[in-house]
């Protein structure tokens, strides 16, 4: 196994879509994140957070994943068919309240 790295992937969508499109999106995810495991990739979804708008409903997500590389994680959304709008190295978590 190779050293994993954070991620985070902001994923706007050109057009809001539903909870159903959401949880297709979500399955095709997984599969695609099983299908580069078994090529030898190492990649894992860690969290995400749905991004509404009050008009439109649901117009992207907000993702974390450890994965051994950001081309793996641009990887990953070119076969899921997902935007990655932008992908970023994630740093130390800010202390506060």
Request: aromatic content about 4%; hydrophobic content about 35%.
């Amino acid at each position: 196994m190779t050293q994993m790295e954070d991620f985070l992937i902001l994923r706007e969508l050109p057009e809001p879509i539903t909870s159903d499109e959401l949880d297709a999106a979500a399955k095709a995810s997984g599969e695609t994140l099983e299908e580069l495991r078994e090529e030898g990739t190492d990649i894992e979804w860690v969290d995400s957070e749905v991004l509404t708008d009050d008009r439109d409903g649901i117009v992207g997500t907000f993702c974390h994943y450890r994965a051994e590389s950001e081309g793996a994680v641009h990887e990953h959304a070119d076969r899921a068919g997902l935007p990655a709008t932008k992908v970023t190295r994630r740093g130390d978590p800010l202390s506060g309240e």
